[in-house]
């Protein structure tokens, strides 16, 4: 059960701290607020109106409401997540200073796991980190609090002309060994901190291509590593899946992946229209990914299917819009599934925009975006079943 105390100090400043079992939060007069994990690692800051989350990487987003009501993230660099580091940590150290180390021996105990890291031990764990991890690129965002364990690295086809994900990395299937050794060494770095985590998600961008021989020996490792869906533990497995056609599973095959917690797949569909699908250059096609949706949920396994807007431009957004919807209503989602929106970011140069060129279309701008945005969001409400989320997926907001 979790705590919540307000101090009020002699200079009448007045500190709330939120003992929670897996974190603790700390504010001063509600315009400072800081949160950390159990190994008393800064996980989020909210300063002077502008939040700031720091990922397990090390790496610190900024949001932050600017005037026209938008908000704005942007990563801080090295030296401006050092500088907001050494800030937190002195404000916090005031903090103890002025009362909270005598509110009971376990508030006491937090501030001085907090005040054990300093920025040095923060900047090397960021290096521990890149020695554990390829850099984990993108999760859908109900799974930014997962714990992602890389079972493959990269994506096996790397190739659709919007994605830059995991051009710096070569696709590859770890064995159990390497697996487990990468799984031991993940939790090592988290530590107590894991406890923060909610579920399991199996990097990169590809692992239910993975053959099923192989998947099962790499599941099996995280069953003997973890104990999964007991109380307070993490909650089931969760995977992309972003290749379609090939490797193809079979219901039964998914059926043994439902069978050992895996919970939810999550699908790049990007578009149900074949020319704009083309355009992207993604392996297979709307059918085939209709199709594998179908083999997934017979097998009892949820779904997250992810529609790109803004994908095909002014010229086909009419056909990319129809054939999106369409292909919603065929895959019969229903409680449990998700619909995620995602805007279209690609550089105004490069293989999405020579296509896109070639097509005879061009970028919609970002008010069109958002329209289509809110067109799909208030159509698709009508051709999913009920209890599927229809939600926004902005990538810029993706730390881990
Ligand atoms: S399949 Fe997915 S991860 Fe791979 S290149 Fe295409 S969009 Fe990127």
């Known amino acids: 059960m979790g705590s919540a105390q307000k101090i009020v100090t002699a200079d009448q400043r007045h500190l709330y701290i939120n003992l929670q079992p897996h974190f603790l939060t700390i504010s001063e007069d509600l315009h400072s607020t800081y949160a950390f994990d159990a190994e008393g690692r800064l996980l989020s800051a909210f300063r002077q109106g502008i939040n700031y989350q720091r990922g397990l990487s090390g790496a610190i987003l900024k949001k932050q409401?600017?005037?026209?009501?938008?908000?704005?993230?942007?990563?801080?660099?090295?030296?401006?997540?050092?500088?907001?580091?050494?800030?937190?940590?002195?404000?916090?150290?005031?903090?103890?200073?002025?009362?909270?180390?005598?509110?009971?021996?376990?508030?006491?105990?937090?501030?001085?796991?907090?005040?054990?890291?300093n920025v040095g031990r923060y900047s090397d764990e960021r290096i521990r980190f890149s020695t554990i991890y390829q850099p984990v690129s993108i999760l859908p965002p109900d799974q930014y609090l997962s714990l992602v364990l890389q079972a493959a690295e990269g994506c096996s086809w790397n190739r659709c002309s919007f994605c830059t994900f995991y051009l710096d990395r070569r696709f590859r299937i770890k064995t159990p060994t390497e697996f487990r050794s990468h799984v031991r060494q993940v939790k090592a770095f988290l530590g107590a901190g894991i406890s923060m985590r909610r579920s399991i998600f199996l990097g990169d961008a590809n692992a239910l291509i993975v053959p099923q021989t192989r998947l099962r020996e790499l599941i099996q490792v995280v069953h003997e590593e973890f104990t999964l869906n007991s109380r307070d533990s993490l909650q089931g497995i969760y995977a992309f899946l972003d290749i379609f056609g090939a490797e193809q599973k079979r219901v039964d095959d998914y059926r043994e992946l439902h069978d050992a917690l895996v919970r939810r797949v999550y699908i790049g569909l990007e578009t149900g229209d074949d020319g704009v699908f083309q355009l992207l250059n993604k392996p297979g096609s709307p059918a085939a990914c209709i199709e594998a949706v179908q083999t997934i949920k017979a097998a009892g396994i949820q779904v997250g299917v992810i529609l790109l807007a803004g994908a095909g431009g002014t010229r086909l957004a009419a056909q990319h819009v129809a054939n999106s919807l369409a292909a919603l209503e065929a895959m019969q989602l229903g409680a449990g599934d998700i619909v995620y929106l995602s805007p279209l970011v690609v550089p105004a140069n490069g293989t999405y925009a020579n296509a896109l060129a070639a097509a005879g279309s061009t970028n919609l701008d970002s008010a069109a975006i958002n329209a289509q945005i809110a067109q799909l969001k208030t159509a698709a409400r009508h051709v999913v079943g009920p209890g599927t989320r229809v939600t926004l997926y902005q990538i810029g907001e993706f730390i881990y």
């Open 65 to 117: 409401v600017v005037a026209n009501g938008s908000k704005v993230c942007q990563m801080l660099s090295d030296a401006e997540a050092r500088n907001l580091i050494a800030v937190v940590l002195a404000h916090v150290a005031q903090l103890r200073d002025l009362g909270l180390a005598d509110q009971g021996k376990e508030v006491a105990t937090w501030m001085d796991r907090i005040l054990a890291w």
